[in-house]
């Protein structure tokens, strides 16, 4: 517990006091939490001593129950545990046909959205996902003895931007401050990175319970610059499982299982899979009718199962290293992420593909949580900044649909981000002040081949004759891999509406309703909430104008520096107050006032940055 | 926006791309979000504007064709986007030759070697037009700058050329 903040003779607590960090990887199966104290990234353990908590939220009359407890009714009460909700996460209800006949609980159609019918009522999977990042969240602040200051999520790489919002939905209605969406495999190669002081570029084959990710990466000094990225958002350890699954179906002949049958048959599974890295054979025995089945399973048949999956991984590994423009030859280390990797034929066959023996040193269940420590204690600000960057990409390509349904790209995918992109479009009617956009993901030609993300409507265009107005739609992608959208009309300046419909996620107002009927703030009050919200950006606000101010008040005029500190003595007094929006009124009053500052400090700083390079050397 | 004016570099289409690396991760280092993550929402979304530029100007200057396009951009020439089409017969009947090439990969009996000549000839073919693109940009006329501007729509045809081939490589690889 800190009691008491020590702070050096001479040095002052308060600006570097130590904020509390977390990294957290939410996975398909299981879920951890990990943190840096005295410069070292682990994991933190629940009150049960456990790290790993399976991802599996159970929903009783009575209450939630997540982890451990969950999963030992996963048997008992299939229909109210979920399981693998990451596979859900961002998904319309039509996209899940496929998983309807692997899971046990009831989905249900949620205005589009897949959703689940559980004993509390339907819950959506940003909901289920809320309550296991609260656990993590929870564990995290009782082992460190006070609230978190901030999260650094993991997501697949390969997650669209639907999947991502979703994560950053669950964690707000968590209640959590999100740093960063980080994508597993830059976590493992941070992770690794940092470990070793290792150079070159490294692959990140990354098998998840749910997931399938490669990256290629290039480390040079504490620069990791992710080159490509790819994989299958639906393909994972639990596709082996289900492959012995079926297996397993045909050796007692039962066509068709039960949910309770489904369970056992599937840990049946997962035991035979673990059992079978050390041995050749394993025994089992499964409940038929009113006697026993007693199989056995050999690693070889296993691999004849498996193959075709791992085939496909390896497919691509091919592919993302063409899109780097790299060859295998050309990786100096493998590393491997995700609890399936320890199967022996994917070690072999990466092994193989890249001809060097894969890098295992960290636990592979563990790295991503540890590599997302150690960026979220950068992140909220305890560590010298500029130490390590990180330069990731955006997964899957961003593009419109055209006439006749085709897709045009706007953003390709592989893109370092953030990225903004400008497009141009113009009226086809006399007068009109409308126009429609549709925006999908993925990387075929036919819009019915891609992902749905959003529709936008642009109202407000001035009237003009057709072809008169032009209107640039700017995309922006930011460092979590997520889009927003904003257009413009040129010749007058007008600012067009953009309404977003999100094909297969939340809108703003959805949150914010599930926010306050939420458990999590029922017991707080909302109004306060926001209010400390306001005053932290108050204070940062403060911060970061006072620092401005003291390193460069020479960019300003006397009157603008006058005009600058009345603002900041009037944002002083209303940040005691308990007026919300006044506080928020003199934020962006500050913030209108020092918009020509901040620009000037920023084309002073890339002179300072690139001060000793001189025209002429080059 | 003038991405050799960021990159504090000579607007010039002859440029070091190892000196165009450091300057850009110097910039990335100074700007990317990750390092004002504690800062206000206002600084926040700075940080992602001023790094969505750094990173499309650094991939502007890195590829030829772009950087050549900027360069006569900046000298009030766009041919960004531009829809026109080509009334130069000889290389007209040269890309549809090119074409047949391609689509006679799949019946070949030995696709590979094909694909290498085909290879060596674009390969070729883009040398010679980059150099006098070069040597055109950097005359600085008028007339020279629109000579320029055909030279990049023609590299355009064999980018895309380049890009098929590979497309055809890979499918045959699979």
Known sequence: MALLQIAEPGQSAAPHQHKLAAGIDLGT?????????????????????????????????????????????????????????????????????????????????QQGLVAIDTAQGVKNPVEVSAEILATLANTASETLGGELNGVVITVPAYFDDAQRQAT????????????????????????????SGQEGVIAVYDLGGGTFDISILRLRRGVFEVLATGGDSALGGDDFDHAIVSHLQQQTGQAKLSHQQMRQYLTTARQLKEQLTERDSVDFALPLNDCVYNG??????????????????????????????LTAEEIVKVVMVGGSTRVPLVRQQVAAFFATEPLTSIDPDKVVAIGAAIQANVLVGNKAEGDTLLLDVIPLSLGLETMGGLVEKIIPRNTVIPVARAQEFTTFKDGQTAMALHVVQGERELVDDCRSLARFELRGIP???????????????????????????????VQANIQVKPSYGLTDEQVASMLKGSMQYARQDMQQRLLREQQVEAERVLEAVSQALKADAALLSSAELDNIQQALTALRQVRQGDDTAAIKAAIEHTNQLTDDFAARRMDQSIRHALKGHNVDEV | ????????????????????????????????????????????????????????????????????????????????????SFTDPMFLMQQMELR???????????????????????QQQKKQLLKQLASALDAQTAEQDQLAADLIRKLKFFFKLQQELELIEQQLQD
């Open chain 2, 100 to 122: 047949e090439q391609l689509a006679e990969i799949a019946l070949s009996d030995d696709p590979d070697s094909m694909i290498d000549s085909i290879e060596r000839q674009l």
């Open chain 1, 296 to 325: 056995s399973l050999s690693r070889a048949e296993l691999e004849q199962l498996i193959s075709p999956l791992v085939k496909q991984t390896i497919r691509a590994c091919r592919q993302v290293l063409r899109d780097a423009g």
């Open chain 1, 463 to 493: 009237p003009m004759p057709a072809g008169g107005a032009h209107i640039r739609v700017t995309f922006q992608v930011d460092a979590d891999g997520l889009l927003s959208v904003t257009a413009q009309e040129k010749s007058t300046g």
């Open chain 1, 168 to 195: 950053k939905d669950a964690a707000k209605l968590a209640g959590l401050n999100v740093l960063r969406l980080l994508n597993e495999p830059t976590a493992a190669a941070l992770a690794y990175g940092l470990d």
């Open chain 1, 29 to 109: 199966t299981n879920s951890l939490v990990a943190t840096v104290r005295s410069g070292e990234a682990k994991t933190l353990v629940n009150r049960q001593g456990r790290d790993m908590v399976p991802s599996v939220v159970r929903y009783t009359p009575d209450g939630v129950i997540v982890g451990d407890a969950a999963l030992a009714a996963a048997i008992d009460d299939a229909q109210n545990t979920i399981v693998s909700v990451k596979r859900l996460m961002g998904k319309g209800y039509s996209e899940t046909t496929a998983l309807k006949q692997q899971v046990p609980y009831q989905l249900v159609d």
């Open chain 2, 1 to 84: 926006m003038n991405y050799f004016q960021l990159f504090n570099l000579p607007a010039q289409f002859d440029l070091d791309l190892t000196e165009l690396g450091s300057r850009y991760l110097k910039l990335q280092k100074q700007f990317h979000p990750d390092q004002h993550s504690s800062g206000s929402e206002r600084d926040k979304l700075l940080a992602v504007q001023q790094t969505a530029n750094i990173n499309d100007a650094y991939h502007s200057l890195k590829q030829p064709l772009l950087r050549a396009e900027h360069l006569l951009a900046l000298r009030g020439l766009k041919i960004s986007n531009e829809q026109r």
